[in-house]
């Protein structure tokens, strides 16, 4: 077949790619090799800013498919029929470490898909686990700051993390999560995903319900043990990368189910907890999983910089009949992950193939770097106008509600939601087995050992008191591990 000639950017054909326009053969280089100049002006803005959180991720091309029917609770296009499906795209990530770093490493996995819908993009930016470790956003830079490197040395700090987790005690649900062998998952495949905040749904009668959302790996729940983590991270840091491509590329496709949980606005006034809050989750016996579809990956992207490192995804991007929640950490992602991508891609990241609605997009945003006018060319940048024929529908109105209060204050987040031992205590007692607390309990000490400085016994000591009050027993195993003296306000706290 005929071969294709090598160009520069503007499509001019040329010859000299490998070497240098010289005087003479060991002469200086011209000024005027604009070859040469072109390439490593590109090549030194090939990459942009990483993620300040999930920098290292894996992504793929997929499918979702409807099979069953929840119409009853959401007016979505997508779930109006079983046998609906839809292009989708999903990026696993660790949150935690920067773009080189171990896919192993111990830290919760995001869990971030993109379903491309008749109705608009739909984002559900979740993680692997069902709860967070702050419920306010306001806290989020402060808690992301533990999780990196000290100004000063440029090191992790066991001390700075378990500082902070230990003043603040709605962390230990997830600390004990994240300190489980579920904190270091067999790759992206073998994990559930959560949207793990609460999102509501409206149906096509404008009923409110609220929801959550679950998908449950289809290739079976796999983790690796501390030990087995951390040789891997030496062996292969790209695991779970090579992992999730080669059984695509072996047409062993990984697939979820999808499941929802329903709450009525009735149930959420006499919950127990705040149901907003991501630092709890709703019991299964009382509002029990509610299939409705699976999600199967089966491409690879062509190349990965373009479709998984510009992939954009925000909790903003909803479609009509699935909405938000006053979940305070998903209002503030509702404001931060957007205007993280502005930043990080630019204001035209949605223009990108990756995050591009594969069917109508008609608005009046024009302009700024790297504008793609295609879809609107020269139409109308301002609205009302008399010329194009874009009208807003009234049935994708919003959903209107009434506020329980008009009172605007900066409340307490724990006031009369003060519980962050109960649902720890039973994720220790009741869903954990003996192995899984075993190797908990060696990981959280392991992880305690790193704990330094004048503060040491302060923090450690401040730490084993929430232990204490979610499970005398863990409590006990942690501290006589650490060779700590157990005192009578340790076991008072526990009450």
């Known amino acids: ?73 959401t007016k979505a296009k997508l779930f109006s029929r079983v046998g609906n499906s ?61 999780q990196k490197r000290l100004p000063r040395t440029n090191l992790k700090s066991a001390t700075m993390m378990w500082d902070f987790w230990s003043l603040n005690p709605e962390s230990l649900h997830q600390v004990l999560i994240l300190m489980s062998d579920r904190g270091t998952p067999y790759g992206y495949r073998h994990m559930h995903g959560f949207g793990s905040h609460t999102f509501s749904m409206i149906n096509d009668k404008n009923e409110r319900v609220w929801v959550k959302f679950h998908f449950k790996t289809k290739q079976g729940v796999k983790n690796f043990t501390d030990e087995e983590a951390g040789k891997m991270a030496g062996k292969n840091p790209d695991f779970a990368q090579e992992d999730l491509c080669n059984a695509i590329e072996n047409g062993d496709f990984p697939k979820w189910t999808m499941y929802i949980q329903v709450m009525t606005e009735e149930q959420a006034k006499d919950f127990r907890w705040n149901p907003f809050d991501v630092t709890k989750v709703w019991f299964h016996d009382d509002y029990p999983l509610i299939e409705v579809g699976e999600m199967e990956l089966n491409e690879v992207p062509v190349n990965y910089f373009a479709h998984v490192e510009q992939s954009t995804f925000s909790p903003s991007s909803l479609i009509n009949g699935i909405s938000f929640s006053p979940d305070k950490m998903l209002q503030g992602r509702l404001f931060s992950y957007p205007d993280a991508h502005r930043y990080r891609v630019g204001v035209n990241a949605h223009q990108l193939e990756v995050n591009r609605c594969p069917f109508a997009v008609n608005n009046y945003q024009r ?95 401040r730490q084993l008191c929430h232990f204490f009050r979610a499970n005398i027993e863990l409590g006990m195993k942690v501290a006589s591990q650490l060779n700590i003296n157990i005192d009578a306000n340790m076991m008072n706290h526990s009450k």
């Open 367 to 461: 302009d700024g770097y790297m504008a793609d006018s295609s879809q609107y060319q020269d139409k109308p940048n301002y609205h009302p106008n008399s010329f194009d024929d874009i009208t807003p529908d009234v049935s994708y109105k919003n959903y209107e509600y009434e506020l329980d209060s008009a009172h605007v204050a900066n409340y307490n987040r724990n006031d009369n939601d003060s519980d962050h031992y109960t649902q720890p205590g039973l994720l220790y007692s009741k869903a954990m087995n003996a192995e899984d607390r075993n190797n908990l309990i060696q990981n959280i000490v392991e992880s305690m050992k790193g704990i330094n400085g004048p503060k040491r016994e302060e923090i450690i000591n």
């Open 86 to 146: 839809c292009r989708m795209f999903a990026r696993f990530s660790t949150v935690g470490g920067e773009k080189g770093s171990a896919d192993t490493a111990r830290d919760p996995r995001g869990f971030a898909l993109k379903f491309y819908t008749e109705d608009g993009n739909w984002d559900l930016v979740g993680n692997n686990t069902p709860v967070f470790f702050i419920k306010d956003a306001k806290k989020f830079p402060d808690f992301i700051h533990t």
């Open 1 to 73: 077949m005929d071969s294709k000639k090598l160009t520069l950017s503007n499509g001019a054909p040329y010859f000299e790619h490998q070497d240098s326009q010289t005087v003479g053969p060991r002469g200086p280089v011209l000024l005027q090799d604009f070859i040469l100049q072109e390439n490593l002006a590109h090549f030194v803005r090939e990459r942009i800013p990483e993620r300040i959180v999930h920098a290292k991720g894996s992504g793929a091309y997929g499918t979702f498919t409807v099979t069953h029917d929840i119409s009853q609770y």
